[in-house]
């Protein structure tokens, strides 16, 4: 393929993905029109957009959206209550009650609230908080949780169908698309791996980097796609992906990190648990700013992108669109390297934490 | 839902399915996958390995055939050398020989050329000898046929032989 035929192809697929959200939005207008509000609210539409939902909701509005439908799953003090989430029928006004095992739900912006026993309807206080209903622990598959359902079979069928089984049957390097999986699991090896953990130790924390990586690149990609859900963007996704790496910086942190952590060796002894206290709080600290790094870079990505496109309707002429889609597209391709950075980041920042715990000190 | 509130569903879901992941990943393919890759990377620093020896090999035997040769050609020479200085040795040897034949050969001639001279020299004396006799008979024969002049004759014979 000449290069002109495949940049034509790349224009293409980016000009697709820059476009696609702009119709899906569109949707979501009419339908802001339909409720409360004539006029469009940009915060609102962004923030659902980046927020998790009940349901996967591709196009359309109010009952003739096409949304797919996913397992609500809650655990309330009578124990789990599961229903599918078309029942609450696109409403996320706490308007329509679900009534299941005796118990009435409703979806109140995504978040579903359990009616108290004597109520029958959502009341609300001058703030718009609920006042006779309150939230259960909500363990649904979400949107977020379908999309990383998807990252998971994604890289079942890449590395363990694909990659694995090519490796358990041949014993030269692989073919295609097998070898662009293969180049990057030795780039994570060679690149990341090795140079922050050592040739001796690096190769038990091989499958936390490989997968961490993976998971995180492949989901960035996953959420770049028009209607996918926004996961790596979503503050309790980078929690528990942080948590991981703090977990396995404390389990495997040796002596010597233990001791240049809460008593420096070669320093005088007054400054020793002023030192202990920042030295202890940057190891939780260290963990929280990948975090946050992870989840700001691409909520930020995506509230770019649907900001451009919502110039659009604020300004509430078409010819806008003439600037806001290139601006977009740009933004979208960018974010195309981005979702490679930032799991590369994560990856070898997490790999250089374990690295530092797990190194064996020269006794000054 | 909130922006920065982690939502506990979200995070109990995030961190199941990372850990199963983590699980299957690790046993189905990480594992299969960087065996396969280190067992060929090892092969392949054999195969660099065991190339560097057989050349390692071959500059070896390229010295011993080096080695051979040279021996060889010094072997030729010294051969040579030994084979001229026979030669010249020989040579020498035979051009003495022919000398001291041949100047045996010379001594030889000369001692038979004195023995024929001296034969020579002896036939002829008695050649003289005899012509004396004869021409000294004839010489007689004519003289004697006067009386006087043979008795002047006999006293002269006599008279030499007198003083032999």
């Known amino acids: 393929m000449t290069a002109h035929k495949s940049f034509k192809i790349i224009v293409t697929l980016a000009l697709g993905f820059a476009l696609l959200p702009l119709n899906l939005f569109a949707g979501e207008t009419k339908e802001d029109d339909n409720s409360a509000e004539d006029e469009f609210n940009a915060t609102e539409m962004i923030m659902h957009h980046i927020g998790d939902a009940h349901g996967w909701h591709f196009f359309g509005e109010g009952d003739g959206s096409v949304t797919l439908p996913l397992p609500v799953i809650l655990y309330t003090e009578n124990g789990l209550v599961t229903f599918m989430s078309s029942e609450f029928h696109h409403d996320t006004e706490g308007k329509h009650v679900v009534e299941k095992d005796g118990m009435r739900f409703v979806n109140l912006h995504e978040d579903i609230y359990r009616l108290d026993a004597d109520a029958t309807a959502v009341e609300f206080d001058e703030e718009h908080h609920p006042v006779n209903a309150s939230k259960p622990w909500d363990l649904s598959i979400t949107k977020n949780v379908a999309a990383m359902f998807l990252t998971v079979i994604l890289m079942i069928l890449f590395f363990w169908i694909g990659l694995a089984r090519h490796h358990k049957k041949h014993e030269h390097a692989p073919k295609g698309f097998n070898n662009v999986l293969e180049t990057l699991v030795l780039f994570v090896r060679d690149e990341i791996a090795i140079p922050q953990l050592g040739e001796k130790k690096y190769m038990k924390f091989m499958p936390f980097l490989l997968t961490v990586f993976f998971f995180i690149w492949i989901t960035n990609l996953m959420g770049l796609l028009p209607g996918a859900a926004n996961v790596t963007g979503n503050i309790a996704v980078t929690v528990s992906l942080g948590l991981f790496t703090l977990v396995l910086i404390l389990v495997n942190g040796n002596k010597d990190f233990w001791k240049h952590t809460f008593w420096m060796p070669g320093i005088p002894a007054w400054v020793k648990p002023i030192l202990a206290i920042v030295e202890g709080a940057g190891l939780f600290i260290k963990p929280i700013a990948l975090m946050i790094r992870l989840f700001a870079n691409i909520t930020a990505g995506h509230i770019i992108i649907l900001s451009l496109i919502g110039l659009i309707f604020i300004l509430e002429h078409a010819g806008v669109a003439g600037i806001s889609v290139p601006f977009a597209l740009f933004i979208t391709v960018l974010e195309l390297l981005v979702a490679f950075l930032q799991a590369f980041i994560f990856t070898i920042l997490s790999a250089l934490f374990i690295g530092m715990a797990v190194e064996e000190h020269e006794h000054h | ?164």
């Open chain 2, 1 to 164: 839902m909130e922006l920065i509130t982690p939502e506990f569903g979200l995070f109990f879901w995030q961190t199941i399915v990372f850990l199963v992941l983590l699980f299957l990943m690790a046993k189905f393919a990480w594992k299969p996958i960087l065996n396969s890759i280190r067992n060929r990377e090892q092969s392949i620093n054999d195969a660099l390995a065991s190339a560097e020896n057989a050349r390692k090999e071959m500059q070896n035997l390229k010295a011993d055939n080096d080695k051979l040769l040279k021996e060889a050609r010094a072997e030729r020479d010294a051969i040579l050398k030994e084979a001229r200085e026979l030669k010249e040795k020989t040579i020498a040897d035979a051009s003495e020989e022919a000398k001291a034949k041949a100047d045996k050969i010379v001594a030889d001639a000369k001692r038979s050329i004195e023995l024929e001279k001296q034969s020579a020299m002896a036939e002829l004396k008695n050649q003289v000898a005899e012509l004396s006799v004869e021409i000294a008979e004839k010489v007689v024969r004519k003289e004697l046929s006067d009386k006087e002049e043979q008795h002047r004759m006999i006293e002269k014979i006599l008279g030499d032989a007198k003083l032999n």
